[in-house]
Structures are given as structure tokens and as C-alpha cells.
């Protein structure tokens, strides 16, 4: 369990330093529209959200399949009770993601 969480850190700081978004957060940060408001805090508020919610989905979907697979493995006869609410749960999940695009798109629109 420590060695997924260490790859995990690893692979944040990976992402983070290997993206573009540093090269222009400075650049963006500076410009705004006629009314004053700050158009590249807007986008960086949009691709942090779209961010956050991908990863955040993407560990919670893997951790229910986790334990739906374990679960099976010890009790094959449950397979049939646990797949319904299984489904229902990682779709949930990918309407939370979904969710989130769709705000990161708004906060995108007012740039």
C-alpha cells in the first residue's frame, strides 16, 4: 500500500512539472478582459477543476474495482449480487467527473 501511494506522489509530481501550464500561468495571469476581470485565473481555475475531478474519479473507480474484485475472489457465489450496485456506483462516480467537465467548461466560457 505505501509503494501506490509513493507512485502515485510520483506520478503527480511527474504531471505537474512536465506540463505546460507553468510556461503560461504567468503570461495568462496578466491578461484581462475590457471589464477588468482576470482571464487567466479563470483558466486555471477551469483546468484545475477538470484535473482534480479526473484523478479524484479515476482512484475512486479504481479502488471500487478493487474491492468488488477482491470481494468476488473470496465469495464467487456474490458475484451476481455485488455487480448491479458495483455498476451503479462507478457510474455515479463518472457522473461526478462529468459534472465537473461541464463546470470547467462554464468557467472556460467567460475567458
Known amino acids: 500500500m505505501k509503494k501506490l501511494f509513493h507512485g502515485i506522489y510520483l506520478t503527480a509530481i511527474g504531471v505537474i512539472l512536465t506540463s505546460p501550464w507553468w ?66 456506483v462507478l457510474a455515479l462516480i463518472e457522473s461526478f467527473v462529468i459534472f465537473s467537465f461541464a463546470v470547467a467548461m462554464i468557467i472556460a466560457g467567460k475567458i
Open 23 to 88: 510556461v503560461y500561468a504567468e503570461e495568462m495571469a496578466q491578461v484581462t478582459t475590457t471589464s477588468g476581470e482576470n482571464r487567466g485565473l479563470y483558466a486555471l481555475a477551469a483546468g484545475l477543476a477538470i484535473a482534480v475531478a479526473a484523478f479524484g474519479g479515476a482512484l475512486g473507480q479504481g479502488r471500487v474495482g478493487a474491492a468488488a474484485m477482491e470481494g468476488i475472489a473470496r465469495n464467487p457465489q456474490s458475484q451476481k449480487i455485488m455487480f448491479i450496485p458495483m455498476i451503479i
